[in-house]
């Protein structure tokens, strides 16, 4: 649970400067205790106290990390019942515009909250029978504050609002008396119709006079400078709102937790955020990503990158977290469906037609559709969008992206759209940090470098060792005995990346220092990272009996797959072995054995087969029908053969996938169908190569073309050839040769 601490000096500030008639603060300041009902009654007070005029900015000055949930009661009461409270909107709308230079939420905001509602001039719309319907409060807002706000929502997002609202009610208003309101409908105007200064003013001096003219401006000079200070004054005042992450047993005056705020919001790491999905009762948070310290700080930074709708890139080494933040920042976001988030893979063979979309066959000849690609859908759709490896994206694909993020509109060239970025839309990418000479670096001569003036960078380090132990004790409780010796195994083999010094820094021009050389283990292959410890840990926990002998054998022996199965080099193998077993105490010459004589058995019952540490459940029919056909076939098991099979056991019964790496005829097809053929399993295999296409695996539309009616009858077409009718038949063959049917194959 997350604890939010209201500053109490805020609280106490805003009482004194509220009036008497208003002022329900100053009960439960008096309180040493609060309860969740009083807390609750708090927000409520600041959400009405917001809808003032004259405390608005007061209120978003010393609760500003509140105001989105503030937002959202407010929105709350307005919609009640399923009908508008239209005096309500108006005072919101008014509240909300003096917002927008200020709050980073209320331009989000309040495009999720117009998408639903009525304009800001609603009252211009309603009949005499309909404005007398309308119940108003003591403090109905004036025409003059309602033209204003939506100046205000006009300056802010022209192309948003012009669109959205129909402004015909507004021509009327040009000819009433009051000057603020024909001032400010003109302007409205002027911007709706895309009027030039010179336009604007001649448009201006045919509604109001000189005097008037400068009248406005004098007010519109006043309402900036009144901005900027108050933009200071937020910038300058103390944080009001603190978070930690300790469970609080006994909530005293001055806190309010995140069960506290509205169900439409989520307060992550201290930053409340906009829900996609309302928060249901008793629903839990999601408990796939353990909060450590550097955890927390990366999530903060990435939940104030959110709140701020900017595009981010998450940079660091492999195995660190970039993704996993991602999604979990997703899933307590409300984006838990696979279509909230799109994620791409990106290669240097990426194509800009899988971001863009491309057209694509119909049932009907000669018809295509547009199919459009996963970018856009996100940009049209306000979806959130992943790119992995944003450094290995080529050319075309960063000349797409590029428009996208300085002009937040998507070109698509060909069909002459522009795309305006929907509310919602949030730009996701990845770049992987490699290490080189004890510094990190990131990939030189990238395409990727044209982006980076446009990103917020979140750059991300590897976990200390004490917040590795963290991470393995709240994933695998039953191996909090032997922590410590896994992640010794661990440190060991990945050298000082996992040391107490600051990872999160990632500082490229510090100094190697000298280092021991029983401190760094220098071996080819892929650089190990988190997962193969978690991968590792996973399939040790299973069964764990830490007083059991054969435990330390299987410990071993899962490690030696996990971080050495990699490794082309015989003599690498047995090293990484060696020190292995020297912190399970295993000699090195059972290390050896296990490097260069073990061979694991294999037994074969009705139903199951066993395959060294690995039991395999067997499919009955299909066993005994590819046992039959495969009766001719014969399988050496050879020692490799036989560590292969097992390794591909284990594989198989975790649900890992598998790369098998090795020259022509090593034996790496052949150990997979003997397996499946044991096992009970029809295998499909799939040649690959360069003109491999992605219709291989997932399908396609494939063309043929009906010759029957040419070659039915070949005489026959001769001879009305020689008779002279060639156009007919030379027609119809064309249109039976270009129309060809469509059938999808898998």
């Known amino acids: 649970m997350e604890n939010l601490e209201v500053n109490l000096s805020s609280l106490a500030v805003i009482s004194r400067h509220v009036d008497k008639s208003h002022n329900q603060i100053s009960q439960y300041l008096s309180k040493q205790i609060w309860s969740q009902q009083d807390r609750q009654s708090i927000l409520e007070c600041l959400a009405q106290l917001l809808l003032e005029k004259d405390y608005t900015l007061l209120i978003a000055r010393h609760v500003r990390p509140l105001i989105l949930d503030l937002l959202e009661r407010n929105a709350e009461r307005v919609q009640a019942g399923g009908q508008i409270n239209h005096d309500l909107h108006e005072r919101l709308c008014v509240a909300l515009s003096r917002l927008l230079g200020i709050s980073p939420d209320a331009q989000a905001f309040a495009a999720r909250y117009f998408s639903s509602t009525p304009p800001v001039f609603q009252r211009l719309f309603f009949t005499s029978e309909q404005s007398s319907a309308v119940q108003y409060g003591p403090r109905r807002m004036k025409l003059r504050e309602l033209m204003a706000a939506t100046l205000r929502f006009l300056q802010s997002d022209c ?72 933009k200071a004054l937020v910038l300058t005042n103390k944080r009001s709102v603190m978070w930690h992450q300790e469970v609080a047993q006994k909530f005293t005056r001055g806190q309010v937790v995140s069960e506290d705020l509205s169900q439409n919001v989520v307060a992550v790491c201290g930053v409340v955020l906009p829900r996609m999905v309302p928060r249901k009762a008793g629903q839990v948070k999601p408990t796939n990503l353990v909060l450590v310290e550097s955890t927390c700080q990366n999530l903060r930074r990435l939940a104030l990158a959110v709140a701020s709708h900017k595009p981010v890139l998450l940079e660091g080494p492999i195995g660190c977290g970039k993704t996993a933040l991602v999604e979990f920042m997703a899933a307590i976001t409300g984006h838990m469906k696979g279509a909230d988030i799109l994620k791409v893979q990106l290669g240097d063979q990426t194509d800009s037609k899988m971001l863009l979309g491309m057209y694509r066959c119909t049932d009907i000849p000669g018809k295509f559709l547009w199919q459009p690609g996963t970018l856009t859908q996100a940009v049209s759709k306000g979806l959130w969008i992943l790119l992995e490896d944003i450094d290995h994206a080529p050319l075309d694909v960063i000349s797409v992206l590029l428009p996208l993020m300085e002009n937040k509109k998507l070109m698509i060239p060909g069909r002459e759209d522009c795309i305006d970025v929907a509310s919602g839309f949030q730009f996701f990418a990845t770049r992987r940090m490699y290490c080189s000479g004890g510094n990190w670096h990131k990939p030189q001569n990238s395409h990727a470098a044209l982006l980076d003036k446009y990103w917020t960078k979140l750059q991300m380090g590897n976990m200390t060792q004490v917040e590795m132990k963290k991470v393995l004790v709240h994933k695998y409780p039953m191996l909090t005995v032997v922590s410590d010796r896994l992640l010794d195994i661990y440190c060991q083999l990945t050298g000082e990346r996992h040391s107490e010094l600051d990872t999160n820094t990632m500082q490229t021009s510090t100094e190697q220092q000298d280092k021991p050389d029983d401190k760094i283990t220098s071996l080819e292959g892929r650089a190990l990272s988190m997962r193969d410890l978690l991968k590792w840990c996973e399939r040790i926990s299973e069964n764990f009996d830490s007083s059991s002998s054969a435990t330390a054998q299987r410990v071993f022996l899962e490690a030696l797959d996990c971080f050495s199965a990699m ?60 046992t039959v056909q495969t009766s001719n076939q014969t399988f050496a098991l050879t020692r490799p053969s036989a560590v292969l099979l097992e390794q591909l056991a284990v594989c198989v019964a975790k649900g890992e996938p598998v790369l098998l790496v090795g020259e022509t005829g090593t034996g790496k097809t052949s150990t997979v169908q003997h397996l499946a053929t044991v096992t009970g399993h029809k295998l499909r295999v799939v040649n690959m190569n360069q003109q491999s296409d992605t219709a291989d695996l997932l399908g396609g539309s494939s063309n043929y073309t009906n010759r029957v009616t040419l070659d039915q009858h070949p005489e026959a077409i001769y001879a009305d050839v020689i008779r002279g009718s060639v156009p007919y038949y030379f027609s119809h063959a064309v249109r039976l040769s270009c129309c060809f049917p469509v059938a999808w194959t898998s």
């Open 159 to 230: 192309a948003k609002f012009r669109r959205l609202w129909d402004w015909s009610p507004c021509v009327s208003q040009l000819l009433t008396s009051d000057v603020m309101v024909r001032g400010t409908t003109a302007q409205c105007l002027a911007l709706v119709c895309h009027m030039t200064d010179n336009q604007k003013a001649i448009f201006l001096r045919k509604v109001l006079t000189n005097d008037e003219i400068l009248h406005m401006k004098m007010k519109a000079l006043e309402e900036s400078q009144q901005m900027e200070s108050e």
């Open 567 to 626: 490794l082309s080099l015989p003599a690498s193998r047995l090293r990484m072995a060696e020190i292995i077993g020297s912190k399970l105490n295993i000699s090195k010459e059972k290390a050896q054995h296990f490097c260069q004589l073990y061979q694991p058995s294999i037994s074969l019952t009705e139903l199951q087969a066993a395959v060294g540490r690995a039991t395999l459940a067997r499919r009955q029919a299909e066993a005994v029908q590819l």
